[in-house]
């Protein structure tokens, strides 16, 4: 028995073709960018708040930081990466990979921004990044779609219908009601719109991507309306995906937002991508109790982040009192920069 699963091990480890190849590279890279992408926007952010109206609180003034922007084109290169991907490579192979952005992410900002991490935190982050990979690779396969025509009959179903006016719904009721509100305290507001968002974007990412791909092969796609329509939905999507991003980034710590957004954003994918191509209905009753699983775990390491957030910045709230009793000035510290607590009284 063990002879013949070696084996079958060597057979398909000789088998992976050179596209799955290219697929692993690029998807090695995306992650690498989109995590290091993380800190150098937060470090702009930064620089931007320091001389104009924060993110956090509507302004836009990081826009003209060129820090941000490199921060920027190196979640463009990204995703363009991972964009090219999932041309080579199946999803089930492409997908986990980008838990990796997580570890980059984290690591970087304990290092470059000094941002603390406890060590339930770490724990978090590994629970997190199990659940997630732990849906994924017992996923299904995806289905072959050969017309960008056919992409568009699945997102017209009504299941799927239902889905995105949820979805849009949802956004709305964040957007007008809790983002006013709640945005400066509660870091689920500004991922929940990100990752919404970012549900319906991918969709609609696949689908231009499988009429690239088809254009590419001799089967011209541009000529159908959908591919534009399309598009256009990816482009709405992916500026308000960015700009709630920044928002959370801005505000909060970027160990705690990268997690939380890969989770809630690959499993809210994962959901849409099982309502509309229905990839449930080709799993059997051991995959999908897996997959549950795997939310149960993505739900603890979101737990132990939050808590892990509330720990340090309590820790840094008492640190910055004890600080401001030696201080000639009690609205700054030693260094003279305004504290915590006063830049988040600043008024919206």
């Known amino acids: 028995m063990d002879e013949s699963s070696v084996g079958s091990w060597r057979d398909s480890y000789r088998g992976m073709s050179s596209d799955n190849v290219k697929g692993l590279v690029l998807a090695l890279s995306s992650s690498f960018f989109i995590g290091a992408s993380f800190i150098v926007k937060k470090k702009g952010l930064k620089r931007a708040g320091s001389s104009g109206v924060r993110a956090g609180v509507g302004g836009y003034s990081y826009l003209y930081e060129p820090l941000w922007w490199v921060g920027m084109i190196a979640m463009i290169v990204g995703e363009i990466a991972n964009f090219a991907a999932y041309a080579f490579a199946p999803a089930i192979l492409v997908t986990p990979l980008g838990a990796l952005s997580i570890i980059i992410s984290a690591a970087l900002a304990h290092i470059i921004l000094r941002e603390r991490l406890h060590i339930f935190g770490m724990l978090g982050c590994v629970l997190c990044v199990v659940g997630s990979t732990t849906i994924v690779l017992h996923a299904p396969q995806e289905r072959v779609i050969e017309s960008v ?7 017209t179903e009504p299941a799927f ?8 719904v949802a956004v709305f009721v964040l957007v007008v009601q809790f983002v006013p509100e ?3 305290t509660h870091v689920m507001v500004y991922i929940g719109v990100c990752s919404l968002v970012g549900s319906l974007s991918v969709m609609s990412v696949k689908a231009l991507g499988i009429a690239l791909k088809l254009t590419f092969e001799g089967m011209n ?14 482009l709405v999507c992916v500026i308000t995906q960015m700009n709630y991003l920044n928002k959370a980034l801005d505000t909060f710590n970027t160990a705690v937002v990268s997690p939380i957004y890969y989770v809630m954003f690959t499993s809210l994918t994962i959901l849409a991508s099982v309502i509309m191509f229905k990839d449930w209905d080709r799993q059997n009753p051991t995959q999908i109790v897996t997959e549950i699983c795997g939310f149960v775990t993505i739900l603890s390491g979101t737990f132990l982040l939050h808590k892990t957030k509330d720990a340090v910045d309590g820790s840094s709230a008492s640190i910055q009192m004890r600080m401001s009793k030696h201080s000639d000035e009690n609205a700054y510290d030693p260094e003279g920069m305004p504290l915590r607590r006063q830049d988040n009284m600043r008024p919206s």
């Open 149 to 155: 025509a056919e992409v568009w009959d699945l997102a």
């Open 221 to 234: 796609q541009l000529i159908y309306p959908q591919t534009w329509i399309f598009t256009m939905i990816v």
């Open 182 to 184: 709640y945005g400066q």
């Open 161 to 168: 219908l239902l889905y995105a006016a949820l979805v849009l």
